[in-house]
C-alpha cells in the first residue's frame, strides 16, 4: 500500500486465480500476506455524507486490524487514483466503538478472502468475494499498471471503476437481491456471472 497517502490502482475481474497466481509466482513476485479472511466494517453517519461526497471510513479485521480513511478517486490513465490514510490499531471492538462514539454508524458490511503479492514496487492483490474473483494491481503510476495486468496475461481495457460495495449496490439494484450484506453466508445458493456485475473478465 502507499505509504505517500496517495493510492493508485485498478480492478479486474477473474475467471481463475490460480492461474494469476501461477504467473505471478513466475514473474518473482512475493507473497506478503498468505490467503486469509477479511472482515470489513464501513462507516458513515445517519445522513450518508460519506458515501454521498465517494469517501470511505472503513474498519478491517484480517492478518492484523486496520482504520482506513479514502479520498474521492478519480480515473487517471485506466487507474482509479485517489488519497488514502490507514493506520494499524491493536482492537477491533475498541476502534468501532470510538468510530461510534464520534457519531459514526455501520453502514456496510463485507467479507472476502485475500492474498497479497509484492512485485517490485508494485503490490498485486488476489481477491475472492461473494459474488466473484478478483485482481487489484496497486502501482506508482497508471502505466505500470497496465505493463504488469498485460503480463498477468490481463487486458487492461477491462479495469473495473466501481468499488466493491459499489459492485454491490449495483446487484442489489439490477437483480433485487435479498442480501443487506456483502458476506458469503448471504450470498449461499446465489450464483452471478460476469454479466450480471456489468464487468468483463480480464482473463
Known amino acids: 500500500m502507499s505509504t505517500n497517502h496517495l493510492e493508485i490502482e485498478s480492478k479486474f475481474y477473474i475467471r481463475n486465480l490460480e492461474v494469476i497466481e501461477a504467473r505471478l509466482k513466475a514473474l518473482g513476485a512475493i507473497c506478503i500476506v498468505p490467503r486469509g479472511f477479511e472482515y470489513n466494517l464501513?462507516?458513515?453517519?445517519?445522513?450518508?455524507?460519506?458515501?454521498?461526497?465517494?469517501?470511505?471510513?472503513?474498519?478491517?479485521?484480517?492478518?492484523?486490524?486496520?482504520?482506513t480513511f479514502k479520498g474521492p478517486g478519480e480515473r487517471v490513465g485506466g487507474a482509479l487514483s485517489r488519497t488514502e490514510i490507514e493506520l494499524v490499531v491493536n482492537d477491533f471492538d475498541t476502534a468501532q466503538k470510538l468510530l461510534e462514539g464520534l457519531g459514526y454508524r455501520v453502514s456496510a458490511v463485507y467479507e472476502k478472502y485475500r492474498a497479497m503479492y509484492e512485485l517490485g514496487t508494485a503490490l498485486v492483490t488476489l481477491d475472492e468475494l461473494p459474488y466473484g474473483k478478483f485482481v487489484e494491481i496497486e502501482g506508482e503510476n497508471p502505466e505500470q499498471i497496465s505493463e504488469l495486468a498485460r503480463k498477468l496475461g490481463l487486458n487492461p481495457e477491462t479495469a473495473i471503476p466501481a468499488s466493491y460495495q459499489g459492485l454491490f449496490e449495483q446487484l442489489k439494484a439490477s437483480k433485487n437481491l435479498p442480501a443487506k450484506n456483502l458476506t458469503f453466508w448471504e450470498f449461499e445458493n446465489i450464483y452471478l456471472t460476469a454479466t450480471d456485475l456489468g464487468v468483463e473478465p480480464a482473463d
Do not use: A, T
Request: glycine share 4%.
Open 42 to 67: 464501513r462507516f458513515d453517519n445517519s445522513r450518508d455524507n460519506l458515501r454521498r461526497q465517494g469517501k470511505v471510513l472503513r474498519l478491517r479485521k484480517s492478518d492484523d486490524i486496520r482504520m
